[in-house]
């Protein structure tokens, strides 16, 4: 069977929501598939004051090295200024042995995102997650027009081709919508699917 993490940092819950509807594409695919996150490195005073979300059912990641362990990898981080954030750059930045072993190599990778505005930066930080898969030695999933939800402009909307997102609005109060769950579904689905058939 078809093994896939879906690894995850959110401060406010979009993530955790769109990690979950990641992981619902996969197990669609026939694949088994955990939820991680990284671990939280903002100081204790900040999350309380910043009223980040602290409660969740999913674990911390054991550490870089576990990611070897799977198939493919969905990563998902929301935007800052433009790029992954720091609590998610910083476990990559921890994961030099396992690309010394090549721990990754030939793998499936997938990114996902969220952010206060339709153009807060989305794409970049895609590309931000991407980056460190593709410097790993994986093979890029996005979320290609197949999943035609994410064109349009009678509302707002999340989506790319580099990964399924969302829009949090400015004080976090927009919550994901259904296509754009629908959208991480489906590129969940994807990526599980390519894996299988790398693995065969």
Known sequence: MTKVLVLYYSS??????????MAEGARSAGAEVDIRRV??????EVVMAAGFKTDTAHPLIEGPDAM??????????PTRFGRMP???A???DTAGGLWMR???VGKVGGAFTSSASQHGGQETTLFSIITNLLHHGMTIVGLDYGFTEQMGVDKVRGGAPYG????AGGDGSRQPSAEELDGARYQGRRIAETAAKLKA
Do not use: R
């Open 86 to 88: 720091s609590q998610m």
């Open 90 to 92: 910083a476990f990559w």
């Open 68 to 77: 070897g362990d799977y198939d493919a990898v969905i990563v998902g981080a």
């Open 39 to 44: 671990p939280e490195t903002a100081p204790a």
């Open 102 to 104: 090549g721990g990754l």
């Open 164 to 167: 399924a997102t969302t829009i």
């Open 12 to 21: 406010y819950g979009h993530i955790e929501q769109m990690a979950d509807a």
